[in-house]
C-alpha cells in the first residue's frame, strides 16, 4: 500500500517524557490549552489524600472553563472514602466518574487532540502523543470502556454473595484459574496484595480447600465462573 507524505508521522507525533517534573509539566500545558474535554483512566484502588487535593485543585480550575471530564476507576476505589469524597465535590460541574472491576494502564487524553500513556519501567517516563490517528484510537478505546463502567456514586455493581462467595472474590477466582500469581491479581484489581491475599482464604475456606492446587480444581467444579460470566453479560446488556 503507497504511503503518502501525510500518513509520515511528524517529529512531535511521539516526545518521550523522563522524570516527575517534566511529565507533570506537559500534563499541566496540555489542560492550560484544553478547551472542550479531558478523558482520564485512573488504574488502582484509592488515591492518596495528596493526589485528591491535587487532581480537586485542578479539576475545579478546569470546571470554571466549562471543560468536561470523565474518568474511569476501578471498583476498588469505592472502598475510598477520600475518593467518594472528591467525586461528589466533583459531581457539581460537568464531570461524571466510573468505575470498571479491570482496566487499562493509565491514560489521559486532552481534546482528543494529545494524550499521555505511561511507560513501563523503574523510571517514571510517559509517552505524549500528538498524532491524530493514535490518538483518536486511545480515545475510541476510552469509549468502549466507558459503557461498560458503573457511575461511581450509584451502588456497588458486584453481584450479590452466592454461598458466602462475593463478587471480587468470583473475580479473583477467574484470574486463579488462568494461572496469574497473587501480585497479579492483586495489580489488575486495584487492590493490595494483603486484600486479594485474605479474598483468597476466604474463597478457599468457602469451597474446603485444603491447598492451592485443590483450590483451582475447586473453582472449576463449583460453577463460580459460569456465574461470573452470566453477571458480566447481564452488565453488558444493561449497558
Known amino acids: 500500500m503507497a504511503i503518502s507524505a501525510q500518513d509520515v508521522p511528524t517529529t512531535h507525533a511521539v516526545t518521550v517524557l523522563e522524570g ?23 488504574p488502582g484502588g484509592g488515591r492518596s489524600e495528596h493526589s485528591l487535593t491535587e487532581a480537586l485543585e485542578r479539576g475545579q480550575s478546569v470546571i470554571a472553563r466549562g471543560i468536561t471530564m470523565r474518568t474511569l476507576y476501578q471498583h476498588t476505589a469505592r472502598h475510598s472514602q477520600g475518593t467518594l469524597v472528591y467525586a461528589e465535590h466533583m459531581a457539581k460541574g460537568n464531570v461524571e466518574i466510573r468505575t470498571l472491576e479491570e482496566l487499562i494502564e493509565r491514560l489521559m487524553v486532552f481534546d482528543r487532540s494529545v494524550a499521555f500513556i505511561p511507560v513501563s519501567g523503574d523510571r517514571p517516563i510517559a509517552l505524549e502523543l500528538r498524532h491524530p490517528g493514535l490518538v483518536d484510537y486511545l480515545a475510541k478505546v476510552f469509549e468502549q470502556l466507558w459503557v461498560r463502567g458503573v457511575p461511581l456514586l450509584e451502588e456497588t455493581p458486584y453481584a450479590p454473595p452466592t454461598n458466602g462467595i462475593t463478587g471480587v472474590q468470583r473475580s479473583i477466582a477467574k484470574l486463579l484459574i488462568e494461572g496469574h500469581v497473587d501480585e497479579a491479581i492483586a495489580r489488575r484489581l486495584g487492590m493490595n496484595v494483603r486484600t486479594c491475599r485474605a479474598h483468597i482464604a476466604k474463597l478457599a475456606a468457602a469451597l474446603g480447600s485444603g491447598s492451592r492446587a485443590q483450590l483451582g480444581f475447586l473453582i472449576a467444579q463449583s460453577g463460580l465462573l459460569d456465574q461470573h460470566q452470566d453477571q458480566h453479560q447481564d452488565q453488558d446488556h444493561d449497558s
Open 20 to 42: 516527575i517534573n517534566r511529565i507533570n509539566s506537559a500534563i499541566e500545558l496540555a489542560i492550560g490549552e484544553c478547551r472542550s474535554e479531558i478523558l482520564t483512566v485512573q
